[in-house]
């Protein structure tokens, strides 16, 4: 463990910085400081935000949850049986790289029931 950056990685960090300012792009945590779990109503926080093309989308989590993307329909029913993409590394990061809907559950028996789901309105 390093005890301070390289110049190689601030350098990475600086083109990623100055590029992402460029295209304005913004990363959303999901839940903020609370992360994905139990509890904060998901619904109530995409309705606060304004998503756009080319943000992104980043969910933290612990081991006991998973992040799906899924179709509207199994995000209005909490279906887990056929997501578009599941992950349960921890941290799953969405890029938003088209206007509409992206919906967002949870694939842990009923947590998606309890409100681990989020849908993402990404305009131009
Ligand atoms: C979450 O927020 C939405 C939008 O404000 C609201 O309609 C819904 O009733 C809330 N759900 C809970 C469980 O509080």
Same mark, same amino acid.
């Given at each position: 463990?390093?005890?301070?950056? /390289?110049?190689?990685?601030?350098?990475?960090?600086?083109? =990623?910085?100055? &590029?992402?300012?460029? =295209? %304005?792009?913004?990363?959303?945590?999901? !839940?903020?400081?609370? !992360?994905?779990?139990?509890? @904060?109503?998901?619904?109530?926080?995409?309705?606060?935000? /304004?998503?756009?093309?080319?943000?992104?989308?980043?969910? +933290?989590? $612990? /081991? %006991? *949850?998973?992040?799906?993307?899924?179709?509207?329909? +199994? *995000?209005?029913?909490?279906? =887990?049986?056929? @997501?578009? $993409? /599941?992950? #349960?590394?921890?941290?799953?990061?969405?890029?938003?790289?088209? @206007?509409? @809907?992206? *919906?967002?559950?949870? !694939?842990? $028996?009923?947590? &998606? #029931?309890?409100?681990?789901?989020?849908?993402?309105?990404?305009?131009?």
């Amino acid at each position: 463990m390093g005890r301070s950056w /390289s110049g190689a990685t601030m350098a990475a960090v600086a083109v =990623v910085m100055c &590029c992402m300012a460029v =295209v %304005e792009a913004y990363v959303y945590t999901v !839940g903020e400081s609370y !992360g994905w779990v139990v509890g @904060p109503n998901y619904t109530a926080w995409g309705f606060s935000k /304004s998503f756009k093309v080319g943000d992104y989308l980043v969910f +933290d989590y $612990s /081991s %006991e *949850y998973s992040v799906d993307e899924v179709f509207e329909n +199994d *995000y209005n029913t909490c279906n =887990v049986d056929h @997501p578009i $993409s /599941s992950d #349960k590394s921890g941290s799953t990061a969405f890029n938003l790289v088209a @206007p509409g @809907p992206r *919906y967002f559950i949870c !694939g842990v $028996s009923d947590l &998606c #029931k309890k409100g681990m789901k989020l849908v993402a309105n990404v305009t131009t």
